[in-house]
Each structure stands twice: as structure tokens, then as C-alpha cells.
């Protein structure tokens, strides 16, 4: 009963570095997503991937990249970490989206410095 | 205009009482409906889910509905200190079919 799994949990970047987010979900749903959540900003979509095979940008996607690997695998890449990159990360999947909304997975803390 | 617009408080509850939060919505295309609790540092879960108009109850939960003006709320009756989180809502609008907007939240607190 892993559900959506994400890691690291915890990372601290200095500015200009790169790295990779990686979100499983084992539950066999089409769609994923990216969120970041900042203090009095709510969650913001980066990217998503409705199904196997297609990514789509979100509202946030600036200074970010995302791969659908395979169903179960979506991974997002920060090519040159900046500060405003500083975030909750938050990766999501979903089935039924109408009916069931998300499940996430639970979040990474990224420090940018 | 947010697409999605919540009071993010904090309200403020006594034990046992009504906890009332609501939400507003700009397109009128919208399908679906969330409420999602968040307890602090942690990720966001699904409680409750609506698409039609009225009301729908779960245990001590209710979601409401009203699409002619908009607005969304959910009330937790007998409200316990376990309650204190933030609730976000989120919309499937008729713009963005296949993701979810989120408000930015609202954050309750139940007193003892």
C-alpha cells in the first residue's frame, strides 16, 4: 500500500545546481502531477502528464523539466537550481479525477542557497 | 480574479461547535468540487468530493454545493482539536480538465 512514493524528502541545493525529483505511484493511475507549494501561495501546478507518454506545462513551469518514464514513473528535473525554487514539493496521481482528485505523495522540502 | 478563492483565516472554532469554510469559484464550467485537509508539514488529503448541487454528508462532514452562485463550503460538525489543519479547496474547471486549481487554504483551529 506504498501509494505515491517521492524522494528525496529533504535536499538542499546551492544555487546553479542540479537535481531530480522522482515520484512513483503504484496504483496503476493514467495521470501525474507536479505541485509546488509556497507560504500563502497554495499549491501550484508545474507540470502534469494526463497519460503515459504525454506531459503537459502547468501554471509554474519555468526552470523546470519533467519526464513520464513510464505509468508508474514522473520525474521532475531542475536544470540550474535558484533560490525561488525554495518549496514544497508535492508529486500527485490520480485515476478518476472528476470523481476522486489526487493522491500525493509526501512532498520534498527543497532549500536553494 | 483567483480562480479559486478562499479566506485563509485562521478561523477559529470551540470544541463541539460548527466549523464553517467556504470557497468561490470564477468558471462556471466547473465539474468537480474537493476539500482537502492538510495538517501542518504534511501532504494534502482528500475528505470530501462533490459535483452536483446540494449537499453530500460524510460522518461529520458536509460539502455543499451551489453552482448558480459559485460557492462551495464544507461544515464539520462536533469539531475536535484533531480537526486543526488547513482545508483547500480545489476545483476541476471546464479550462483545465484534466487538473485540479487550488485555493490557497484556509486554516482552522479548534479550541479546546
Known amino acids: 500500500n506504498a501509494g505515491v512514493t517521492q524522494t528525496p524528502k529533504f535536499q538542499v541545493l546551492k544555487t546553479g545546481q542540479s537535481m531530480t525529483l522522482q515520484c512513483a505511484q503504484d496504483?496503476?493511475?493514467?495521470?501525474m502531477y507536479w505541485y509546488r507549494q509556497d507560504p500563502g501561495m497554495g499549491l501550484r501546478l508545474i507540470y502534469y502528464?494526463?497519460?503515459?507518454?504525454?506531459?503537459d506545462k502547468g501554471e509554474v513551469p519555468n526552470g523546470y523539466n519533467v519526464s513520464r518514464l513510464n505509468k508508474r514513473e514522473f520525474s521532475l528535473r531542475l536544470e540550474s537550481a535558484a533560490p525561488s525554487q525554495t518549496s514544497v514539493y508535492f508529486c500527485?496521481?490520480?485515476?478518476?479525477?472528476?470523481?476522486?482528485?489526487?493522491?500525493f505523495g509526501s512532498g520534498t522540502r527543497l532549500t536553494v542557497v | 480574479q483567483k480562480e479559486v478563492e478562499q479566506n485563509s483565516g485562521p478561523l477559529s472554532v470551540p470544541e463541539g461547535a460548527i466549523a464553517s469554510l467556504n470557497c468561490t469559484y470564477s468558471?462556471?464550467?466547473?465539474?468537480?468540487f474537493f476539500w482537502y485537509r492538510q495538517y501542518s508539514g504534511k501532504s494534502p488529503e482528500l475528505i470530501m468530493f462533490?459535483?452536483?448541487?446540494g449537499d453530500k454528508e460524510d460522518g461529520r462532514f458536509t460539502a455543499q454545493l451551489n453552482k448558480a452562485s459559485q460557492y462551495v463550503s464544507l461544515l464539520i460538525r462536533d469539531s475536535q482539536p484533531s480537526d486543526s489543519a488547513t482545508y483547500l479547496c480545489a476545483v476541476n474547471t471546464r479550462s483545465s480538465a484534466s487538473k485540479i486549481i487550488f485555493g490557497s487554504g484556509t486554516r482552522l483551529s479548534i479550541r479546546p
Open positions: 502528464s494526463a497519460s503515459e507518454g504525454t506531459t
Open positions: 500527485a496521481s490520480s485515476e478518476a479525477l472528476l470523481e476522486g482528485g489526487y493522491t
Open positions: 496504483m496503476n493511475h493514467n495521470s
Open positions: 468558471d462556471r464550467g466547473s465539474q468537480s
Open positions: 462533490i459535483y452536483s448541487n
